[in-house]
């Protein structure tokens, strides 16, 4: 066979097993993340009374439900408390590795996965969770499944899946200064809706993709289930080798070098085939808030809200009201006139080093005037920005500076955005009641949300960012 | 798991786009184990206000609908997290089949692992279908799968779903017990594997590199 192949080809094929009638293949998967959330799939195990198939290639993470703040390890919530010591109970059963509660490298699932080297280009990796998109980045086949297909994985390590469409996303051009990932990313997700993606593998490409760093390529990809896809990927190149060259779990030596010529070949090959194409170009792209309850409601900060009114497709209307009516906006406000009531800078989206620097880039000799929450995405960024003196920055801003989880993105460990108050918020949902029951989203970038803690508002960056090293 | 093959019953319509997870089961509610049925929660803060109180204006909560076994939703039905509770709290609380002019792919294959059809219709058919159900609140559907259509009065409408759902729906398969008879090829796979991609097996984590 010597026709043209994408990225998500070669993937595919390099794990499929079999392949029924109907079109479904069934797939090695070469990692599989588990979290408090799996608990369903490991009592299917308990009732059949079967074992997990490859305890080395499986690993756990605390992240869901653990504490931010004050003695972690000291859960009051019984409730909360369950739930990690069910993860740790299930994992020792069956002999799985656990980044838990205290462990230098827990933090947030798709952050650990990256940044310990377990994610790498050309595996297939699945989890329990939607945001596992996060991890194609680096060139992996990445999604999320429910409990049902965590127990599969658990007791087979294989899945069955029907190969999605292939979808490309091009960025050409340069994105100005103040425009990052998640710019780029809710841009893409307002041109081609929550839906826009369903059902297909999204390659971004491009020469603004090229030059997005590997978080930033990881905040691309973990929005792709935004916008519906299966699952995001870039891909490999000498960045992504060299970003992983010495991790602790990547190939080293010889076995680095055999990897990396393997690597180079994923990329798609000129000429391949795309169900749909997509272009964007970077340099109309200005920093984006949303204003609604879907990642959709997506506009560049100088623009204003709908005024449904003005609509005159009636079902589009009726969604206009509803969303404006829950973020108690009134139609046509600017989003510039938008007040805060508080900030939250984590999740699996924007909590990498490179988003805390960008926050800290803007925050630095400022002061904060709304309360807020910065939750590092894993203990060692934690430790790093503590290195290059950030967590002085926050907390100096007057934020509070807490420990590694999914935190107030979710809202489940506890943290959470109370009844009617408005966040700025680096996370990847603005649903109803997402950051807890009641609570106002809106999603933008880390340098966006300390630009509106200084002023209480939601505002353009830029202005904040001159003579500044960002 | 059962099969699905056709189901008549009253059908409520739900219309809201990008209707997600986090709305068909709060967050919060996740900490529930299978076993303490999940009915109650589903579209809790829809149907539910700050004091626990129904809100009488949402369609489940009326006289005619709550009893439904189909609902008609909008675009993006069951977009967001991968949680399959959420597939639970409508199974729980009685529906059979959502139909709707797209789905979220996680959300739809969780249905499909639970006896649930996630039934795929044309906008405009989606919006007549709406239109049919609040004209004549309590009018009965016939989902019928291995026809693919939905008998809405004297009109017949078709429907899609990805092919290998249907047939997984159709004979109410178990993925366990059917990957077992391939348990032959898996180790073939995995043999060939280790010399083809000698890097994919990860390092030992059992040690702290720290």
């Given amino acids: ?470 | 798991m059962e099969k699905f093959t056709r189901l008549t019953a009253t059908a409520c319509p739900l219309d809201v786009a990008n209707l997600n997870t986090d709305q068909l089961i709060p967050a919060r509610y996740l900490k529930l184990p299978r076993s303490a049925g999940f009915a109650k929660v589903l579209l809790y803060d829809l149907r539910f206000g700050d004091d626990g109180h129904e809100r009488p204006e949402f369609p489940l909560n009326r006289p005619t609908w709550r009893g439904a076994k189909i609902i008609v939703g909008g675009r993006n039905f069951g977009c967001g997290s991968s949680r399959e509770a959420a597939v639970y709290a409508l199974r729980d609380y009685g529906i059979g089949c959502v139909i709707a002019p797209s789905f979220g792919d996680i959300f739809a294959g969780n249905a499909a692992q639970n006896a649930v059809l996630t039934a795929i219709v044309s906008d405009a058919d989606a919006a007549e279908l709406m239109a049919a159900l609040v004209a004549k609140p309590g009018l009965e559907l016939t989902v019928d799968l291995e026809q693919l259509t939905i008998e809405c009065r004297s009109r017949t409408f078709g429907f899609a779903i990805d092919p290998v759902r249907r047939t997984r729906l159709l004979n109410g398969w178990d993925d366990i017990a059917l990957t077992a008879s391939y348990r032959d090829r898996i180790a073939a796979f995995k043999a060939d594997d280790r010399i083809r991609r000698p890097w994919a097996a990860p390092r030992s984590v059992h040690e702290d590199r720290e």
């Fill in chain 1, 1 to 470: 066979m010597d026709e043209e192949r994408t990225l998500l080809d070669k993937v595919w094929a390099a794990h499929e097993i079999a392949r029924r009638e109907d079109g479904e293949s069934l797939l090695w998967v070469d990692r599989h993340f588990v979290h408090e959330g799996s608990f369903h799939a490991f009592s299917r195990l308990a009732e059949r009374g079967a074992n997990v198939a490859e305890p080395g290639l499986t690993f756990g993470v605390a992240d869901h439900y653990v504490p931010t703040r004050g003695v972690r390890r000291d859960i009051t919530n019984p409730e909360i408390a369950h739930m990690v010591r069910q993860l740790e109970e299930n994992l020792a059963k069956h002999g799985i590795v656990l980044f838990g509660l205290g462990d230098p490298r827990q933090g947030i699932v798709h952050v650990v996965g990256p940044e310990q080297g377990l994610t790498l280009p050309g595996l297939i990796i699945v989890c329990g969770d939607s945001h596992t998109s996060t991890h194609g980045a680096l060139g992996a086949c990445a999604f999320g499944i429910g409990a049902s297909q965590v127990a599969h994985v658990l007791m087979t390590q294989t899945i069955w899946q029907r190969k999605p469409g292939r979808m490309r996303v091009t960025v050409h051009g340069e994105a100005a200064v103040g425009v990052a990932a998640k710019d780029i990313v809710l841009a893409i997700i307002a041109r081609i809706g929550a839906d826009g993606a369903t059902g297909h593998a999204l390659e971004f490409a491009g020469s603004a993709i090229r030059d997005l760093s590997i978080e930033g390529r990881l905040t691309l990809c973990n929005m792709a289930i935004e916008a519906g896809a299966r699952c995001g990927m870039v891909a490999p190149d000498e960045k992504t080798f060299a970003w992983l060259k010495g991790r602790p779990c990547a190939p080293e030596g010889v076995e680095f070098e055999r990897a990396v010529e393997d690597w180079s070949a994923l990329a798609t090959d000129g000429g391949a085939p795309f169900d749909l194409d997509v272009y964007l170009d970077a340099a109309t792209i200005a920093p984006i808030v949303t204003w609604g309850t879907s990642p959709e409601d997506a506009l560049p900060i100088d623009a204003s809200v709908p005024d449904p009114t003005r609509e005159t497709d009636m079902a589009r209307a009726k969604y206009l009201r509803d969303a404006l009516d829950y973020m108690g906006i009134a139609p046509g406000s600017r989003l510039t006139e938008i007040v805060i009531d508080r900030v939250f800078i984590g999740s699996c989206t924007n909590s990498r080093i490179e988003d805390l620097r960008a926050a800290a880039a803007v925050l630095a000799g400022r002061t904060s005037k709304v309360p807020g929450l910065v939750s590092a995405g894993s203990a060692r960024i934690k430790r790093q920005a503590e290195e290059e003196g950030l967590d002085r920055i926050f907390r100096d801003a007057g934020l509070e500076w807490g420990g590694p989880g999914c935190s107030m993105c979710v809202g489940i460990n506890g943290d959470i955005v109370p009844p009617g108050e408005r966040c700025a918020s680096t996370t990847n949902r603005n649903f109803r009641g997402r950051q807890g029951p009641g609570a106002r989203t809106h999603l933008m970038s880390p340098a966006m949300v300390a630009a509106a803690a200084v002023t209480g508002h939601l505002t353009d960056v830029r202005p904040f960012l001159s003579g500044r090293k960002v």
